[in-house]
């Protein structure tokens, strides 16, 4: 069923309909043209929706009861926790949510990088959704400044200051960031008025990044592209509705795991110490979703160099779909990629966890060789790789793995299954 | 396909910590692991303990350690102590609060009332500071939770006072503790056996009361526990209940098309 075909039977519909469309792209939603082959990877577009919307409904009712002042912050979120009506639960579902929310990105960035789903003609939705990305870091970032106990407070400090390595301006931009001489209660508030606008900005870009996807229509595991409408898609709704809300409940059932039973393991202990000036903790750690990042930061024995490669090292990805060279987007017909693809996984995951330790002796050594491959994996390995690389064939369609080169099918099957 | 995929993914995590897991290095020495009653999935808190423990609080502790998030009526509360309602109010009268100012504009002392916060020792963090040798004795309403290791952590230390190792040597008013970060405390070991006398016969042993004492701080820092254990096996039996309903759902509608999930 295409859009055009779709009129509302009932008269007051078609009134409402001519006028405003509403009905057209109800309709268009449900009948999106789907590849019937997407596997549990792509259920975390639905899933990451879900973790956007739990964000705003518990920071909404948070911030009925948060005080942004320096002197009450750490005491207002003691009284959500223990006098307002399941103020605890709601603060946990946020805090944990932060960090589900991403898992959640993590995995779809991943999931993209593994099938090609970043290459044409689906560039504008890979650097809509970094757009999104980026302000996730920011409102997370602010968001753990606002409980106002030891990490919000000399995290705050370390992440500002990253501004005054900027030669010149950088102490002016950094007192700027501030409103005061040094992390303080001026900051504090526009922290907290920041971090309630970024979500409806990240809401507005969602908008933007579904529009981008619903012109191509999704990428799939063999990364082909498909006729649409066709045997092989099926309609967005019944069929992607009830495998997201299956993959989502599984989330769920994790999420509460965390929410009931382990609410603080992921975040720092000393948080729950007041923000105190004058006391500087042991090791500075941001939450674990940014570790990678600030490996690479104090991997740098220069602090301008440092904030350069840090900002770098997200940026590179706005141009990934052009440094990748190869033609043919799923790892699965790519031998050599899927390889280097595991290891940069590795490296990320290696990143983070010496973000998480102290920068000196073997965990810096280390940091900064996973510095080096992180960008070595941009620069080199994928253009290189692109250019070298024998693709293994490519089935025309999904429906009838037809090869495009004339192989023997069983050992395409063969790969096809390996995936 | 799915399946390949998360098993190199879970293998590729799994040696990655294998990998990492040597590069730790003992700072600290780990804590004694207590087997505490509220640490499993559906644990709850020893009340006898908990009030054993407020005892504790109270006699040793509130002399020199706030506990400001708290209110006396927390004390009577489900998943707490559950001191009854005439015990919370005579432990809330036992004190006098500065309250005011009255219509004179006067500020004026009257007995402790259900509602209000802990009395703290100290008017302020300086005078606190100043009366303890330049260190501050944290606040314990969420103490617990402020430390890595948590419940055993605190309890460790309570245990942890032993004579320095020879050769180190130790300013005035400063302790040996085997578990404080940095070996080095300031406060002198608190407990010590009977130093309390418990009202339920009980006998005030040190490794009783530390046990007690370090259970109604975790108690304080979170007295939702309980009821966060219980709604949370609720939640997450309901959540199962509905996958499954949900799973038998997506593999009737998917049965019409020729294609795996």
Same mark, same amino acid.
């Given at each position: ?14 009134w ?13 939603l ?28 518990t ?9 942004a ?5 750490f ?16 603060r ?5 949510g ?12 991943f999931?993209?990088m593994?099938?090609?789903?970043y ?25 753990y ?5 030891q ?6 400090t ?9 030669p010149?301006?950088?102490e ?14 001026p ?16 809401s507005?870009?969602v ?6 996807l619903?012109v ?5 595991p ?10 092989d ?6 069929y ?25 393991v992921?975040?720092?202990s000393?948080?729950?110490i ?5 006391v ?19 991997s ?7 904030v ?6 997200i940026?590179?990805l706005?141009v990934l ?6 033609k043919?987007r799923s ?6 990629y899927r390889y ?11 990143l ?9 002796g ?7 060789i996973g ?9 080199i390995?994928?253009?290189v ?24 099918p069983a050992?395409?099957?063969k790969?096809?299954?390996k995936? | 396909?799915?399946?390949?995929n998360s098993k190199?993914l879970?293998?590729?995590?799994l ?7 040597p ?15 509220f640490?499993?999935l ?8 908990l ?7 109270k ?15 927390n004390?009577g ?13 005579a432990?809330?009268?036992?004190v006098e ?5 009255? /219509?004179? !504009?006067?500020m004026? *002392? ?5 509602? =209000? ?8 963090? @300086?005078?606190s ?17 402020a ?7 605190m ?6 006072y032993?004579?320095p ?7 005035d ?5 085997k ?13 010590s056996d009977g130093?309390?006398e418990? /009202?339920? !016969?009980?006998?005030? *042993? ?5 046990k =007690?004492v370090?259970t ?5 820092? @979170?007295?939702?526990?309980?009821v966060?254990?219980?709604l949370?096996?609720?939640v997450?039996i ?14 009737k509608i998917?049965s019409r ?5």
């Open positions: 069923m295409s859009d055009q075909e779709y009129t509302p039977k009932s008269k007051a519909g078609k409402f309909n001519d006028r405003l469309p509403l009905l057209t792209l109800g309709a268009h449900t009948d999106y043209p789907t590849p019937k082959n997407l596997n549990y990877w792509w259920t975390f577009g639905g899933i990451l929706t879900f973790c956007l919307l739990t964000q705003i409904i920071g909404i009712v948070l911030a009925m009861h948060y005080v002042h320096a002197d009450l912050a005491a207002s979120v003691e009284h959500i926790m223990r006098n307002v009506n399941y103020g605890w639960l709601i946990y579902i946020h805090s944990n932060a960090s589900m929310f991403f898992l959640a990105v993590y995995i779809h960035i999931r993209s593994f099938y090609g789903s290459k044409s003609p689906r560039e504008v939705i890979w650097i809509i959704g970094l757009l999104i990305y980026l302000l996730m870091m920011a409102t997370a970032f602010m968001g400044v606002l409980p106002w106990g990490m919000s407070f000399w995290g705050a370390v992440i500002t200051s990253l501004f005054s390595a900027i010149l301006v950088g002016s931009i950094t007192t700027w960031l501030w409103g005061a001489y040094s992390v303080d209660n900051t504090l508030n526009r922290f907290f008025s920041l971090h309630y606008l970024f979500p409806f900005l990240i507005g870009l908008i933007l990044h579904i529009w981008a619903h191509p229509g999704n990428n799939n063999i990364g082909i592209d498909l006729k649409k409408p066709s045997k898609t099926v309609p967005f709704h019944p992607i509705t009830i495998k997201d809300a299956f993959a989502l409940l599984l989330f769920m059932i994790i999420f509460s795991g965390f929410v009931f039973f382990s609410p603080n992921l975040g720092h000393d948080n729950y007041p923000a105190n000036p004058l500087t903790p042991a090791h500075i750690v941001p939450e674990w979703y940014l570790l990678p990042f600030y490996a690479i930061l104090r740098v024995p220069d602090k301008l160099g440092g350069i490669l840090m900002f770098g090292s940026f590179i706005f779909p052009w440094l990748d060279t190869s043919v790892a699965v017909f790519r031998p050599m280097f693809y595991w290891i940069f996984v590795v490296d990320v995951l290696l983070g966890y010496m973000g998480a330790m102290p920068a000196e073997i965990y810096l050594t280390l940091a900064r510095t080096i491959y992180y960008f070595l994996h941009f620069i390995v994928l253009p790789v692109g250019l070298l690389e024998k693709t293994d064939p490519v089935p025309m369609s999904i429906s009838a793995p037809v090869l495009s080169s004339g192989a023997d050992l395409a099957k790969d096809y299954d995936i | 396909m799915i399946r390949f190199r879970i293998i590729v995590i040696s990655t910590l294998i990998f990492i897991k590069l730790f290095s003992a700072e600290t020495i780990d804590p004694i692991k207590v087997n505490w009653s640490k499993e559906t644990g709850k808190f020893d009340r006898a303990s009030q054993r423990g407020f005892q504790v609080y006699e040793v502790c509130a002399s020199c350690h706030s506990m400001q998030y708290l209110s006396y009526r004390l509360e489900p998943g707490g102590p559950e001191f009854t309602q005439e015990e919370v109010k432990i809330a009268a036992s609060i500065e309250d005011g100012p009255d /219509s004179q !504009g006067e004026f *002392t009257r007995q402790g009332k259900p509602s =209000d916060k802990f009395k703290s020792p100290y008017p302020n963090v @300086e005078a500071t100043a009366a303890n040798g330049g260190a501050y004795p944290p606040d314990m309403s969420v103490l617990v939770k430390r890595p290791g948590g419940a055993d952590y309890y460790s230390v309570l245990m942890g032993e004579e190792p020879a050769g180190m040597k130790l300013d008013g400063v302790y040996y503790n578990y404080m970060i940095g070996q080095k405390i300031k406060m002198a070991s608190p407990l130093i309390v418990y /009202s339920d !016969g009980t006998e005030a *042993t040190m490794d009783q009361m530390a =007690d370090t109604f701080l975790a108690w304080a820092a @979170e007295p939702e526990l309980e966060r254990h219980k949370g096996i609720k997450i309901y959540l199962i209940l509905l996958t499954i309903l949900v799973y038998l759902s997506m593999k998917w098309v020729d294609s795996e999930i």
